[in-house]
């Protein structure tokens, strides 16, 4: 079995329903905003047929805070227009 070949025997119903649950889930992390920017996606990856657990590697401490400034700053560059929130991270 190939990567994807799932779709092969699917109809055109079950197909247009896997495009619109897919659509769903990026939408959903498209649409994440303030500190749901920054976190781990597995609901996105579990989308994916292949239920893998993914290898990841985590970043030591001053190379992830350096890499967060980074994508903060690519967001006051990518989108200055933005509001900005005060609000503070509730785990």
Do not use: N
Not at 34 to 56: D, F, N, Q, S, V
Not at 59 to 83: H, I, K, N
Request: proline share 9%; with cysteine; net charge neutral.
């Amino acid at each position: 079995m190939t990567l994807d070949s799932d779709l092969d025997g699917m109809s055109r119903e079950a197909l247009v329903g896997e495009v619109i649950r897919l659509r769903t889930g990026v939408r959903a992390h498209r649409d994440s905003t303030r500190h749901a920017l920054c976190w781990h996606h597995p609901k996105l990856w579990a989308l994916l047929p292949e239920k893998t657990a993914p290898e990841i590697a985590v970043p030591e401490w001053p190379q992830f805070m350096r890499g967060c400034v980074r994508y903060r700053q690519s967001l006051d560059e990518q989108r200055p227009d933005a509001p900005r929130s005060p609000e503070e991270f509730r785990g």
